[in-house]
């Protein structure tokens, strides 16, 4: 079935970069998403990728996509106090339904 | 600025209590979601509707019904609240560029 995959901690430096890493299971995907959760709040959607490019950069956040693979990842430079967050990967399947993963807790130490 | 609106940031409901959360889109979205957010679960899909009067089951449906009487509201009811369904939830309207989530419902069964 579909399935999206990410782990749950990371943990980085503030001013280093920080890779958030996710698979998935549907090569049939057409869209792929990256959602931010700030705490108590609901999710807010980063950026989002079609199935058709390899890359997607916007400021600080970069979006590689590995279709053969089925691997994406998050890159977001000069990681800020304010970046600390729950990042959610996620895949556009069948049936207009959006495919979660369980969320990546990201810290960031001083 | 578009919006998802849920009616409660925070509930306390008794056990066997009928409880109702509302949600509400000014985007004229046709697709609404209700999911619950779990530590280390993500997020899991409940109900989901693509019309007015329309719902689909989604993952873990138990315990669970909807209503979408008009496009912009979708309500989830829990019929009899027992103390395994506290949890955050999370409504959500879609187009093809991703979701629009509400802030989230944090509902607490004693």
Sequence with gaps: GEDVEQSLFLSVREGDSSVINCTYTDSSSTYLYWYKQEPGAGLQLLTYIFSNMDMKQDQRLTVLLNKKDK????????????D?????????S????????????LSIRP | DVKVTQSSRYLVKRTGEKVFLECVQDMDHENMFWYR????????LIYFSYDVKMKE???????YSVSREKKERFSLILESASTNQ?????????????????????????
Excluded: N, W
């Design chain 1, 71 to 82: 691997h994406l990842s998050l890159r977001i430079a000069d990681t800020q106090t304010g």
């Design chain 1, 84 to 92: 600390s967050a729950i990042y959610f990967c996620a895949e556009y």
């Design chain 1, 94 to 105: 069948s049936a207009s339904k959006i495919i979660f993963g369980s969320g990546t807790r």
């Design chain 2, 37 to 44: 957010q779990d530590p280390g679960l993500g997020l899991r």
């Design chain 2, 57 to 63: 089951k989604g993952d873990i449906p138990e315990g």
């Design chain 2, 86 to 110: 506290t949890s955050m939830y999370l409504c959500a309207s879609s187009s093809i560029d991703g979701y629009t989530f509400g802030s989230g419902t944090r509902l607490t069964v004693v």
